[in-house]
């Protein structure tokens, strides 16, 4: 069996994940949470200030600040270029974007348009039994979540990625090629994608009922899909938006991104 090294890298206050490799071959072999823990990072990072808007990001620098080798934080470096945290400059390099939060605002409007189309298609067509199964457990695991009363910890985290299941179940179900287009490029812009959540430590209280309320609009969605609503259940994702944008505001400045999926 070969033998293994593994290095602590500091993700914020008291979150640690491991990387782990091979002495044999110096070839590191991560796992996929080690990626994505890397990559929530330099997200934190980025929205909280500590790599400035229009910073050129060096990867000898960065490697070293985190305690990666190079090949990791490049996968980390284009995973955050293409959520558009990063613009690229030259050949390898890349800079803080700068984005302003109307540009966030506005594009979650747009969200919430397109995907009232595509829940009002998929209403109108039917939602067969694969479909309604996979909403009733996207609505389990958040009743789950919020059954205690209050945010464990990870539930951020566990919220994200069961928002961001449910809306890609609907969009997936429309089978409207157009408005996945326009989503998938809408969703570059940060804070606009259902499986991130802007998240206050600070607020973490009404951040808890913000969260419960929207997932409160899940079960609504998920009923008026069932029962055939398309003018409902299209309002409903558009007012759905709201608690991402209410969500954004209670956020600023102190924010950090939680991501389901990077």
């Known amino acids: 069996m070969k033998p293994t090294r593994k290095v602590c890298l500091y993700r914020g206050a008291a979150r640690f994940a491991w990387l782990y490799w091979t002495t044999s071959n110096e070839q590191m072999t991560m796992n996929e949470t080690t990626q994505q823990a890397i990559v929530q990072t330099l997200r934190e990072k980025i929205l909280a200030g500590e790599l400035s808007p229009g910073q050129r990001l060096v990867e000898a620098q960065l490697a070293q600040s985190l305690g990666v080798s190079r090949t990791p934080l490049r996968y980390a470096l284009s995973v955050l270029s293409s959520e558009g945290l990063l613009d690229r400059s030259g050949a390898r390099g890349y800079i803080v974007r700068r984005f302003s939060v109307r540009d966030v605002l506005n594009a979650i409007d747009v969200r919430g348009v397109l995907e009232g189309l595509a829940a009002r298609a998929v209403a109108e067509s039917g939602v067969d039994v694969a479909l309604a199964a996979a909403l009733d457990d996207c609505l389990r695991e958040g009743d ?57 430590e600070a607020a973490r209280e009404r951040q808890f009922m913000m969260l419960m309320y929207a997932h409160r609009q899940h079960h609504a969605i998920a009923d008026a899909l069932k029962k055939g609503e398309g003018a409902r259940v299209e309002a409903l994702m558009k007012e759905h938006t709201h608690i991402s944008k209410e969500s954004l505001n209670l956020s600023l400045p102190a924010l950090h991104l939680i991501a389901g999926a990077a």
């Open 144 to 200: 789950d979540i919020f059954r205690n009363g209050n945010l464990q910890p990870g539930d951020d985290v566990r919220y994200a990625a069961m928002n961001g299941r449910f809306h890609s179940l609907i969009i997936a179900a429309a089978q409207n090629t157009a408005v996945s287009a326009a989503l998938s490029l809408n969703d570059k812009i940060p804070f606009v994608s259902p499986s991130t959540i802007a998240f206050d």
